[in-house]
């Protein structure tokens, strides 16, 4: 077959374009690709063999009001692995274990953390001894996906003596994750798990940084040091609070480790949590890092319930200290005065229907003001007070004082307390023929029955005894006051009432043994019958709440002690806690009841 010259050349020619038109095509995606997105895939081929390191942030400090440390950051390790699925971390993880022994909880842990988040290296230690650092370094070249580095570690000088309010931290949980108050939080990063930790939790937390390693193909690490630059992390913002250190830790001698109970401080005028103390106490140190299985298990097994908070989550019958929120409600409704009698003087029981209502003074006290009332925590005096006044009324007072509301203290293990909202309550609870009025307002005029409150709630309602009916909340945070009115007395009345209370210390009142050299204490004490026996014998709480000095309170302490026994046992206490605080000795007499 022959062609013609014409149609050879035009063919040929046809073939130079097509060849041309490749090569163009090659040159243009090689320039493409060398020049023009140079950068890009110089990016990408350093992202594969680079490796983001977290670096995590210092928390922010807390302070107490002179500046002394309640929590700071030391040196600590972790220990992190490279791998490069879940079936080569489990068996690096083997391997780990045999020259550092690893927990089923610890290998667990590891797991999770994997598969949370691939990307990220996976903590297998995150609070290392220097032992185990000194082990896996000398075995080093047998890991080459193990990373070492130091990090900060959270710190409590003083930790079981703050450890009802300062909280402590914890990994973040994929329920947690999983809520939005987390939303920019990655699996592994430390949170603040209670107390101050979490409630300021945005301002101590920080940002966390990042350092780069060098990986293989494999995922080994080749170079730590300078395979880019580092992206520095920044600490966290300081906490002030009003917390007296001092106190705190005076306050965590006189509790020990034989009582179980809450003492609450507060400066009456604005509020500031001067110490708070749960009894008996844990250490939050405990748990930085993952706690121990054998500490928790002590914990969740001792029957004083340790992790629970006794001052700020605890309802207990706030007792006879509560005789001074009947008497306010009385008085606001002029159905009695400080001078008023009740009709039947007390002989140390009164009969109400076919029942006699015992007063702790099996003797009785014989016919008594308010004041004297007051004095000698008269419970045949005030059961004819609450009946005078009426359940109704009864309820609506306490609800104006506040006793149905959680204290405002900021910290989030602020439990609400119980109180009746309504009268329909107690049908609601026993039916409409399961209860008497008559029974229901006796009780509660003297703190018992459908009344449960927290102690740091008796120290708010005892700021408002101080400052003529003006109510501080309580604040740990160093913040401008939050006070507002719940009752209005007359200056004579509440002149009477803080006698009355004076009384109760200084005139061979219920509290008489918890005198204090030089200044005048102001306060109530209170047993509060739980149902609990042993050996025949009611536990009760002990409970005192009051102010000092009493013509210019400058401190609020309510104490109660778990299964104590009689109030003037927990007035004892307050009273060394203000004697601490005002510097001055409590003189000690002998115990009264009431």
Sequence with gaps: MSFHPNEVARRARIATWVLGGALGVLVTAFFRTQIIRNQEWSLRSEENRLREVPLPAPRGNIFDRTGRIIAENVVGYTVSLLPQSL??????????????????????????????????????????????????????????????????????????????????????????????????????????????????????????????????????????????????????????????????????????????????????????VLALYSAPSWDPNQFVGGVSYAYYDSLLHDPRAPLYNKATQGTYPPGST?????????????????DSKMPQPCTGRYLFGNRYWQCWEPTGHGALTLGGAIEKSCDVYFYQLGLRIGLGRLIAGGLQLGFNQPSGIDLPEDNRPRFPDRLKYFDEKYGPRGWTAGATVMNMSIGQGENSQTVVDMAKFYT?????????????????????????????????????????????????????????????????????????????????????????????????????????????????????????TPTMLLETGG
């Design 322 to 338: 509560w005789k001074l929120a009947t008497a306010v409600i009385g008085l606001e409704d002029s159905l009695v005065t400080m």
């Design 464 to 584: 408002a005894l101080a400052e003529g009916g003006i109510e501080a909340t309580p604040q740990i945070r160093t913040m401008a006051p939050v006070r507002k009115r719940v009752f209005d007395l007359t200056p004579d009345a509440q002149a009477a009432i803080r006698s009355a209370l004076m009384g109760v210390v200084e005139a061979g009142g219920t509290a008489a043994s918890a005198q204090i050299k030089g200044v005048m204490l102001a306060g109530k004490t209170g047993t509060a019958q739980t149902g609990v026996f042993r050996n025949g014998v009611e536990l009760n709480h002990a409970w005192f709440a009051g102010f000092a000095p009493a013509d210019d309170p400058e401190i609020v302490v309510a104490v109660m002690i778990q299964f104590g026994g009689h109030g003037p046992r927990a007035a004892r206490i307050a009273s060394s806690i203000i004697g601490h605080y005002l510097k001055t």
């Design 87 to 272: 079936d080569s971390l489990r068996a690096t993880l083997q391997r780990v274990g045999q020259m550092v022994p690893l927990s089923k909880g610890e290998t667990d842990a590891a797991l999770r953390r994997y598969r949370r988040n691939p990307v990220r290296p996976t903590v297998i230690l995150p609070d290392a001894s220097f032992e185990e650092i000194s082990v896996l370094e000398e075995h080093r070249i047998d890991f080459p996906n193990l990373i070492i580095q130091s990090s900060p570690k959270r710190y409590y000088p003083d930790g079981p003596a703050v450890a009802a309010f300062v909280g402590t931290v914890g990994e973040v949980s994929d329920s947690e994750l999983a809520q939005p108050a987390y939303a920019d939080y990655k699996p592994g990063q430390l949170i603040g798990k209670q107390g101050l930790e979490r409630e300021y939790e945005t301002t101590l937390r920080g940002r966390e940084g990042s350092r780069f390693v060098e990986v293989d193909a494999r995922g080994r690490v080749v170079r730590e040091v300078g395979a880019r630059e580092d992206l520095q992390p920044q600490q966290g913002q300081p906490v002030y609070t009003n917390v007296d250190l001092d106190l705190q830790e005076y306050i965590a001698h006189l509790f020990a480790d034989s009582l179980a109970g809450g003492a609450v401080a507060l400066d009456p005028r604005t509020g500031a």
